[in-house]
């Protein structure tokens, strides 16, 4: 999985929790982004992040934000859970071209 | 708005049977094309590329893909499929240099 991590690998929760999903590499690369996948979807961006302190808004970042305080760590925050955000989760990191994406294993989020 | 059109949402071959798996975009410049196979439970992994150059581009595991600007097409093939490719198979577009637009995925059978 190209030096990614992904924590936790599965996650149970309830309805109004807050959530913090984290994506760590070990590769330097500038580029990280976080995905959902939801069948019937395929992939759909949340947000990603070019750099420290620098990330914008994907393609469904609503109920999401996301912090990226070093190069290795990018983490994906449900400020208040809801069931309709019951996902797997991937995390995907680029090097500086940013040409091609390396995924890591995903965290199946149950949301109750 | 550039999109990716995947129109077979499950395929079923024999073992051994040639396999093509279609895919169709929507950008508006050449774009950057890949496909990614996902296995039950892991992540997805790069099988091949396009960003210029000869239109046949191979991969790994045996896989090719043909990129035709006439057809907005970048379909997936392989002349005989192995048991252990039954997956899930995503084509995606680069918008830009750092972002993918992902296809709703093609999940391949595989019978003996």
Known sequence: DAGITQS????????????????????????????????????????????????????????????????????????????????????????EDGNIQYFGAGTRLSVL | AQSVTQPDIHITVSEGASLELRCNYSY?????????????????????KYFSGDTLVQGIKGFEAEFKRSQSSFNLRKPSVHWSDAAEYFCAVGADTDKLIFGTGTRLQVFP
């Open chain 2, 28 to 48: 508006g410049a050449t774009p950057y094309l890949f496909w990614y196979v996902q296995s039950p439970g892991q992540g997805l992994q790069l099988l091949l």
């Open chain 1, 8 to 95: 936790p690998r599965h996650k149970v929760t309830e309805t109004g929790t807050p959530v913090t999903l984290r994506c760590h590499q070990t590769e330097n690369h500038r580029y990280m982004y976080w995905y959902r996948q939801d069948p019937g979807h395929g992939l759909r961006l949340i947000h990603y992040s070019y750099g420290v302190k620098d990330t914008d808004k994907g393609e469904v970042s609503d109920g999401y934000s996301v912090s990226r305080s070093k190069t290795e760590d990018f983490l994906l925050t449900l400020e208040s859970a809801t069931s309709s955000q019951t996902s797997v989760y991937f995390c995907a990191i680029s090097d």
